[in-house]
């Protein structure tokens, strides 16, 4: 348990900021799972609209920091590729 001042002030804006970070992630995967599931109906033009609305949320994510710039990139990469591939 946080004994000084600053300790105990630094636990509240610990637990404020994984408030945030849990809903960013939380919206970054409401997105993802929206792309998974209309590239699983087989259905392009909705999991292309899905993906061009995921994209910035999922690099809005890496930029708070909720993950690696690295991580968010592969992932949209990822999504493309398999949106794109749904035509053949």
Not at 31 to 50: H, P, Q, T, W
Not at 62 to 81: D, F, P, Y
Request: a positive charge; charged letters at 30%.
């Amino acid at each position: 348990m946080a004994n000084t001042t600053s300790a105990k002030k630094a636990t509240r804006k610990i637990a404020r900021r994984t408030e945030v970070n849990k809903a960013r992630r939380s919206r970054m995967r409401t997105f993802l799972r929206k792309v998974e599931e209309a590239i699983a109906s087989g259905d392009k033009s909705a999991a292309a609209d899905a993906l061009k609305a995921a994209q910035p949320e999922i690099m809005r994510a890496a930029q708070k920091g909720i993950v690696h710039k690295n991580t968010a990139s592969r992932k949209v990469s990822r999504l493309a590729h398999r949106v794109g591939a749904l035509a053949s």
